[in-house]
T-cell receptor
């Protein structure tokens, strides 16, 4: 396993700009998850995919957020018209399947700072 | 009130000490319990998981779940400086990894 890869590691943007993050899961992992983590808090679930299908979205994911996983491989998370409250670490994770004993592997995250 | 409560610390203990980390939860639907370790500027890494009351041991780590009290613990024996990290408890109502609810994390430092 080469691990879950996220790009970029850091992103600084001005309020109102759009940003896009990429996640490359471990190959052959069917499930891909996005979480958000703010300073001093645990990760909060945003959304997850089974292959290319987005199965659930959290209420935290406002209309300004959109996630895709074309062809069931890498995933992108786009935030439109960024706000200062969007500043956080965006974590991607993947697993082989849905069972709880299928270990969830997290990437190192994309740290977003909105000025 | 949050569904999962965890003392954020920080917690500092001398090398070799036994460390006790705890979480309480309010949602009785939670059936699956995990502990993650997160080093600075890294993603969380799964340490242990369990889905029943009782103890589960893995090397120097022991996870304990008491569903009647809605209380879970992680014990670290013979603590090492490399154990210095933030420890996050996480829970799920179903037999799957989706929609985990995390605690805030406890920042632990092991003093050599």
């Amino acid at each position: 396993d080469t691990g879950v890869s996220q790009d970029p590691r850091h992103k600084i943007t001005k309020r109102g700009q759009n940003v896009t993050f990429r996640c490359d899961p471990i190959s052959e992992h069917n499930r891909l998850y996005w979480y958000r983590q703010t300073l001093g808090q645990g990760p909060e679930f945003l959304t997850y995919f089974q292959n290319e299908a987005q199965l659930e979205k959290s209420r935290l994911l406002s209309d300004r957020f959109s996630a895709e996983r074309p062809k069931g491989s890498f995933s992108t998370l786009e935030i439109q018209r960024t706000e200062q409250g969007d500043s956080a670490m965006y974590l991607c994770a993947s697993s082989r399947g849905r069972e709880s004993n299928e270990k969830l592997f997290f990437g190192s995250g994309t740290q977003l700072s909105v000025l | 009130q949050k569904e999962v409560e965890q003392d954020p610390g920080p917690l500092s203990v001398p090398e070799g000490a036994i460390v006790s980390l705890n979480c309480t939860y309010s949602n009785s639907a939670f059936q699956y319990f995990m502990w993650y370790r997160q080093y600075s500027r890294k993603g969380p890494e799964l340490l242990m998981y369990t889905y029943s009351s009782g103890n589960k041991e893995d090397g120097r780590f022991t996870a304990q779940v008491d569903k009647s009290s809605k209380y879970i613990s992680l014990f670290i024996r013979d603590s090492q400086p490399s154990d210095s990290a933030t420890y996050l408890c996480a829970m799920s109502p179903n037999f799957g990894n989706e929609k985990l609810t995390f605690g805030t994390g406890t920042r632990l430092t092991i003093i050599p």
